[in-house]
């Protein structure tokens, strides 16, 4: 094998190992702003209950 297709490989690789690192970091943070998207909609949800209790 030349040297040439090993360099070449060795980058596809690289580039490849690149690449699903960027995507699980994306997906990492895709699930921290989840849980924080939710604990925003409990919070309105109580706040919002709580108005329609204090008008009645």
Do not use: K, P, T, Y
Not at 16 to 29: D, K, S
């Amino acid at each position: 094998m030349s040297a040439v297709v090993c360099i070449v490989s060795l980058i596809a690789a690289c580039m490849c190992i690149a690449f699903g690192v960027v995507r699980l970091a994306n997906w990492l943070i895709d699930r921290r702003e989840q849980g924080r998207a939710r604990a925003i909609r409990d919070a309105a949800f109580v706040a919002q209950a709580r108005a329609e209790v204090g008008h009645d």
